[in-house]
């Protein structure tokens, strides 16, 4: 598989002034296998190292922090003669042992010529329960799951990606069958690495559902194993609330849906593990859009989203006909998969999620992008659905220099909005806007 962010990490590479590099990301997202990938094409040697019940390499780091130390304990535990300029150093599950954590300062201030990757599925949630951190001693990149241009390119589909990748509208909207076909399988399959490795070898969507439930299972046991006893429950019961949260036609998180009389400040804990663990999203409301967005920004009023599509659609007990078949039955949840879809494009693409509503909830917009001088309003169609009263409001009020309506209809630019398809909108903002 061909994952964007191998080129991110060849940059940290070359570039004289790298720090250690932290990946984040959730459980299953291919962390491990994109840091043994880089070490395989780009180093003679890669040296990994998993904390993970690993008590000699805890006993080791529980010493001196001198760096020729744990450069020849590395090299003893994992059999590679570690030569700084040709060897990957890698930290799996890092949160394990804090003081391996904390090592990465050191090896920045004292030896900088060593190359070293550290990762951790949880180490989201260890950071914000105080663990030792090297603040501005490391550098950062996110792993998400499979954007839709990367499953285009898992399942073979090189030269239509390369046609979103070079912007050919008259080609693309020539496709447009194929590139929704896709799409909508997108929505089913989702991007975890292993559930599209699944789909790619057994063409069999009922597998696909197998694997995404022991996905969600797993997460489920993460649950029990790491947050705090007192919070489970209500972790569990975020958790589950998403799929009915953003079934409603205002996808507001509502904590009364929660239970009765629920109030913020008792699922505060809950939503915070959920978020350090990388597995939710949330949209926050702006109540101006005018730069900078995040001046704006409501804490209190959010829309919750999980990770992955398809994980959603798993978790909604959605089937595989409802979806492909496009039946009006569902095209009320369709709404929520596309928003969800938008949603992890963005953040993918590394922009905040932001929307706009009124005090009153009326005349939302979906998604506020932040440009270099004006704010971009973005609004989301399930289908060909080509109403955009709420934009077409907005526009006329705050006169933005551009706004865009994204559906599955074709790529049209009319006199106050582009009308972009949504299997395309990643790839055409990207030379749009800067993302931060």
């Known amino acids: 598989m061909e994952r964007f962010a191998l080129s991110r990490m060849k940059e940290w590479k070359e570039n004289e002034n790298r720090k250690p590099l932290i990946i984040r990301g959730a459980r299953q997202v291919g962390k491990t296998w994109i840091m043994k990938t880089f070490g395989q094409q780009y180093f003679e040697k890669t040296a990994y190292v998993n904390f993970d019940n690993n008590a000699r390499m805890k006993q080791v780091f529980e010493g001196d922090l001198d760096i020729e130390r744990l450069v020849l304990s590395i090299s003893a535990e994992t059999g590679v003669s570690i030569e700084a300029e040709n060897t990957l150093i890698i930290f799996d599950e890092v949160q394990e042992v804090p003081k391996a954590l904390t090592s990465l300062k050191y090896f920045y201030e004292n030896a900088p010529q060593y190359f070293i990757i550290a990762a951790g599925s949880l180490l989201g949630v260890a950071l914000h329960q105080g663990t030792s951190f090297p603040v501005g001693k490391v550098d950062f990149l996110k792993l998400c799951p499979m954007s839709f241009s990367e499953f285009l390119l898992a399942v073979g589909e090189n030269g239509l990606y390369e046609t979103l990748k070079a912007q050919d509208y008259e080609l693309i909207n020539a496709y447009a069958g194929k590139y929704v076909d896709l799409l909508k399988k997108y929505y089913y399959v989702g991007g975890m690495p292993e559930v599209v490795q699944t789909y790619i070898d057994s063409d069999d969507l009922y597998e696909v559902r197998e694997i995404q439930n022991n996905l969600l299972t797993y997460y489920e046991e993460d649950f029990s194993k ?54 939710i999203l949330r949209s926050y409301r702006v109540s101006k859009p005018d730069i900078p967005l995040i001046a704006y920004m409501e804490m209190n009023s959010f829309k919750m989203f999980m990770f992955d599509v398809g994980l959603l659609t798993a978790k909604a007990g959605l089937s595989a006909r409802l979806l492909l078949d496009g039946s009006r039955i569902f095209e009320e949840f369709k709404g929520a998969l596309t928003e969800q879809y938008v949603a992890q494009e963005l953040h993918a693409a590394g922009y905040p999620l932001y929307y706009f509503a009124t005090e009153r909830s009326t005349g939302e917009i979906d998604f506020m992008l932040q440009g270099d001088l004006d704010c971009i309003p973005i609004e989301v169609k399930a289908e060909q659905n080509l109403r955009a009263k709420s934009l077409k409001a907005f526009c006329d009020k705050y006169q933005p220099d551009m706004a865009v309506r994204s559906s599955m209809a074709n790529y049209k630019k009319e006199d106050w909005l582009i009308n972009v398809p949504l299997y395309m909108l990643a790839e055409y903002l990207k030379n749009m806007v800067h993302a931060n």
């Open 226 to 279: 790491h947050a705090p006893k007192e919070v489970v429950p209500r972790i569990m019961m975020v958790w589950n609330s998403i799929p009915s949260q953003l079934a409603k036609e205002n996808r507001k998180f509502m904590y009364g849906a929660l239970r009765e009389g629920a109030r913020a400040k008792d699922f505060e804990l809950a939503i915070q593990w959920l978020e350090d663990a990388g597995l």
